[in-house]
């Protein structure tokens, strides 16, 4: 298990994936992986999903849709199927969801294209923390020697997950988000039409 660090340098951000391990004379971290330079963005607008696309949606696609819906309230444009963009400064910041993945990279004047990580409500969107919470799976064990986590535990790691890609949702809304991840109908979010 790791986290994000970021760390400043002069005006600018830069995020970072630190990974911890436990030797004998106690923990330790290391940077593992160089994440991009990291954009504040505000939010402009409100940008809701409505409770009949939910329900029509699987977990996967219901993380997209999510994702989307919060760039898109942070003043991204839709482009081409996918992509999506935001000027920013004297950038542009695009923002690509195909399936299982996505791209966020700036591009500058020339052209040139750089890894990037949004900083958004509490956390940090990127490919790794898209990547975490849409490959999240309840019901399995974390390790091959493990019993299955309990259903706590599993929403517990879900909302971790939800929160480290900087996705803010409503209790009803993440409701739903764990029920099609579990596959059990809870009961506690009633469909709004």
């Given at each position: 298990?790791?986290?994000?660090?970021?760390?400043?340098?002069?005006?600018?951000r830069?995020?970072?994936?630190?990974?911890?391990?436990?030797?004998?004379?106690?923990?330790?971290?290391?940077?593992?992986?160089?994440?991009?330079?990291?954009?504040?963005?505000?939010k402009?607008?409100?940008?809701?999903?409505?409770?009949?696309?939910?329900?029509?949606?699987?977990?996967?696609?219901?993380?997209?849709?999510?994702?989307?819906?919060?760039?898109?309230s942070?003043?991204?444009?839709?482009?081409?199927?996918?992509?999506?963009?935001?000027?920013?400064?004297?950038k542009?910041?695009?923002?690509?969801?195909?399936?299982?993945?996505?791209?966020?990279?700036?591009?500058?004047?020339?052209?040139?294209?750089?890894?990037?990580?949004?900083?958004?409500?509490?956390?940090?969107?990127?490919?790794?923390?898209?990547?975490?919470?849409?490959?999240?799976?309840?019901?399995?064990?974390?390790?091959?020697?493990?019993?299955?986590?309990?259903?706590?535990?599993e929403?517990?790691?879900?909302?971790?997950?939800?929160?480290?890609?900087?996705?803010?949702?409503?209790?009803?809304?993440?409701?739903?988000?764990?029920?099609?991840?579990?596959?059990?109908?809870?009961?506690?979010?009633?469909?709004?039409?």
């Open positions: 298990m790791g986290f994000i660090r970021v760390k400043g340098h002069g005006n600018h830069y995020a970072y994936f630190v990974e911890e391990e436990w030797t004998e004379k106690g923990p330790r971290q290391s940077v593992s992986e160089y994440l991009g330079k990291t954009e504040k963005t505000k402009v607008r409100e940008f809701q999903i409505s409770s009949n696309e939910i329900s029509a949606l699987g977990y996967e696609e219901l993380v997209s849709k999510l994702v989307e819906a919060e760039l898109l942070r003043g991204f444009e839709k482009k081409a199927k996918g992509k999506m963009c935001l000027a920013l400064d004297r542009m910041i695009v923002a690509e969801l195909s399936g299982r993945a996505l791209k966020l990279c700036w591009k500058g004047k020339l052209g040139k294209e750089r890894g990037c990580v949004l900083e958004m409500n509490d956390g940090f969107l990127c490919a790794r923390t898209f990547s975490a919470l849409i490959r999240f799976r309840a019901g399995l064990p974390k390790n091959s020697g493990e019993n299955f986590t309990s259903e706590p535990e929403g517990e790691e879900l909302a971790r997950l939800v929160v480290n890609a900087g996705l803010s949702l409503s209790s009803d809304v993440f409701i739903k988000l764990y029920e099609k991840c579990t596959g059990k109908n809870l009961g506690l979010a009633p469909e709004k039409n």
